[in-house]
């Protein structure tokens, strides 16, 4: 897998820019916001997740790690392709995407082309525990030293439930994660967390 590319930008298009690394030139397709970012000649590193098909190689480029991250996350949903998730990240920033999933904002999701209504409720279904919550709020699957209480409170307010709902969810898990033995991990947590509220409902 290509992690990364760096190297001086040696072309631009409306969709892509080709960045020249060790002599070679480098097709890679960008939202616009990346693109934005990007002047010949200068020197760029974009972070990028190649798409294997069976006739073709193409490989995506954003601005940083989270980016990325987020993008390989949408495709793990049904009827998600590359160029949908691209064109998610071309009309939202990673985190509305993220406020948008946690909050249910269905609206947030049909602005972008390709998306309609029953598309919109379906992602927001698979996507729930998947993006995790928008930044401020933890990073869901960190190794969680201290505070994971805290951690896994904060997830569940952010992904819309109440605060006593969250905290009988956060009692529900104490029990799995003293058991754990090691540092508490939010993200299984987290689901353990949401089974038990979706059983309560």
């Known amino acids: ?20 690394v060790g002599g070679i030139g480098i097709a890679v397709q960008c939202t616009p916001n990346t693109l934005s970012g990007l002047r010949m000649g200068q ?10 098909r ?18 390989e996350l949408l495709q793990t949903a049904s009827g998600v392709g590359p160029r949908l998730a691209q064109a998610m990240l071309a009309v939202h920033s990673p985190d509305a995407l993220r406020r948008a999933v946690a909050t249910g904002d269905e609206k947030a ?3 972008v082309p390709g998306i ?4 919109a409720q379906k992602l927001l279904l698979e996507l729930k525990d998947r993006l995790g ?7 869901i699957g960190a190794p969680v030293t201290q505070g994971w209480r805290d951690q896994l409170h904060a997830a569940l307010i952010g992904l819309g ?7 009988e969810a956060v009692a529900a898990v104490a ?14 947590l987290l689901k353990a967390a949401l089974q038990t509220l979706n059983r309560a409902r």
């Open 116 to 119: 309609g209504k029953k598309g």
């Open 1 to 20: 897998m290509i992690a990364f590319v760096s190297g001086p930008v040696a072309a631009l298009a409306p969709d892509s820019a080709v960045v020249e």
């Open 133 to 139: 919550a928008p930044t401020g709020a933890p990073a």
């Open 109 to 111: 999701l049909t602005a």
């Open 161 to 167: 439930y109440a605060t006593r709902e969250a905290e």
């Open 43 to 52: 020197q760029t590193k974009l972070a990028t997740s190649l798409v294997v």
């Open 54 to 71: 069976e006739d073709s190689l193409t490989l995506y480029g954003f601005a940083d790690d989270d980016e990325r991250q987020v993008f």
């Open 175 to 188: 029990p799995q994660a003293e058991a754990a033995g090691g540092p508490p991990q939010v993200g299984p």
